[in-house]
């Protein structure tokens, strides 16, 4: 606990005393008023994580004391407390901006839980505006976000090698953020303020970019008056980051390798060489060293730029990171088209959870703006974001996927619970030591990365 703040607004006393006096056993700091007027009193003196508020108040309305909290402080989840029979008043309670519900009477289980996910939405919200302040001003860019394992570690490897001019290769499936992390890696070196100039080798035939990278030593037709400098020149000084370069034909990989060995190059209908100091970035949607086995990717070029390779995981892999993602297009997004909307649903979150998101963050990126740009209501649903029913559908896998799904964050929980201590985890699943082992091997999880977590 961080000893949240919570304001409880109920103007039942005894319903205030128990709600009381179970968030101060649970640990939290905790605020009673019987009233709106009080509570807003208190809002505005003091800064809270949560509100409880009871839809049904004497003399004033629930739903139009929550939306004065909600302008007073716009990210405040709020959890309504209604009757059985003004369910519906719950529900229309939430579309206008309310966390969750909970019916009377409730149990303390389940106080708890609405509690722990509602404030881990409003740290959600902290963390996208606490990346976005202090996201360097010199990247120029858009921030790494993630707080799963992997990423922490691409992180950390990423201030190392920002800090040397290697050779970087960076694999990933489509949309994973390998441009974005050839971007950090120039924006936090010693290059920052020199060009980054990108290359798409999947988007020219080869004689188009042996051009564009080699320029031409002589006018051409096209270029009358003077040669065309090519891209190894402009990037001078600065980095040449190669998108794609498993697609590059092997005559001109040959030529490619001449460069990097050399650091000089010779303009295309040239004689004299041109010395060059460049930083070279490559990315790869495809296992090179599998390239290098199938003869369309030479070994020799592989071994010089497999210096320092970066694995970025597909999204499927870090879970965990997409409640955090999410948020922080939403907000993006609210910012750029002037829109209101202050989160998701519950199930929105549990759905885009479940699903693999084959596009990665890209295709979470574009399915978070759309649903921004369509949706007409202040918080997305899960129809929103999947508004394709084949998708919806998609979102369920095959009894195995499921079973190996479940499998997998089950554990990651208890290594996080237990510090990637294995004889605690078999403890509390029950299971025999060797049985954790099995899993952590088959799953290919790093249990060290959580002992200091």
Wanted: charged share 25%.
């Amino acid at each position: 606990m961080r000893n949240e703040k919570i304001l409880v607004i109920d103007d039942d006393a005894h319903i205030l005393e128990v709600i009381q006096m179970r968030l101060r056993a649970w640990g939290y700091s905790v605020l009673i008023a019987s009233t709106g007027k009080v509570a807003l009193a208190a809002l505005a003196a003091d800064a809270f994580n949560l509100a409880i508020v009871d839809l049904r108040l004497e003399d004033e309305s629930g739903i139009e004391l929550m939306e004065e909290l909600i302008r007073h402080t716009p990210n405040l989840p709020i959890i309504i407390l209604t009757a059985h029979g003004s369910i519906e008043s719950a529900v229309e309670a939430m579309k206008r901006g309310a966390y969750s519900y909970l019916t009377k009477p409730f149990n303390s289980d389940d106080l708890l839980l609405h509690i722990k996910n509602a404030l881990e939405k409003q740290r959600l919200t902290e963390e996208v505006e606490q990346l976005r302040k202090q996201l360097n001003k010199q990247q120029k860019g858009k921030p790494i976000i993630g707080k799963s394992p992997q990423i922490q570690e691409i992180l950390g490897k990423i201030t190392r090698i920002s800090q040397t001019d290697s050779i970087v290769a960076i694999y990933g499936e489509s949309g994973t953020g390998k441009n974005l992390v050839a971007r950090t890696i120039h924006h936090n070196g010693s290059r920052a303020h020199a060009p980054f100039i990108t290359v798409n080798c999947s988007d020219m035939s080869e004689e188009l970019l042996e051009n564009e990278l080699f320029g031409q030593a002589k006018a051409s037709s096209k270029n009358a008056g003077k040669p065309m400098e090519g891209l190894f020149k402009q990037a001078d000084g600065g980095t040449l980051f190669f998108d794609g370069i498993d697609s590059m034909s092997l005559s001109l990989q040959i030529k490619l390798l001449d460069v990097l060995q050399e650091n000089e190059f010779k303009p295309i209908g040239g004689t004299k060489k041109v010395k060059i100091n460049v930083r070279f970035i490559f990315s790869s949607d495809t296992d090179l060293q599998e390239a290098v086995n199938n003869g369309t990717f030479r070994k020799d070029l592989f071994y010089k730029i497999h210096v320092a390779p970066l694995y970025l995981p597909p999204i499927r892999e870090r879970k965990d990171d997409i409640p955090l993602l999410s948020t922080y297009f939403l907000t993006d997004f609210c910012e750029a088209l002037k829109k209101n909307i202050i989160g998701f649903t519950p199930a929105a979150i549990q759905r885009m959870l479940l699903y693999d998101w084959p596009g990665n963050i890209r295709e979470l990126q574009n399915k978070i703006e759309h649903a921004v740009i369509m949706t007409n209501k202040d918080i997305i649903t899960t129809e929103d974001i999947f508004t394709d029913t084949n998708m919806l559908k998609n979102a369920f896998n095959s009894y195995k996927d499921a079973k190996e799904r479940f499998e997998r964050e089950y554990l990651e929980n208890l290594l996080k619970i237990c510090k990637g201590n294995i004889t605690s985890v078999s403890k509390m699943a029950k299971r025999y030591r060797a049985d954790i082992y099995k899993l952590v091997k088959k799953y290919n999880i790093n249990t060290d990365s959580y002992k200091n977590e």
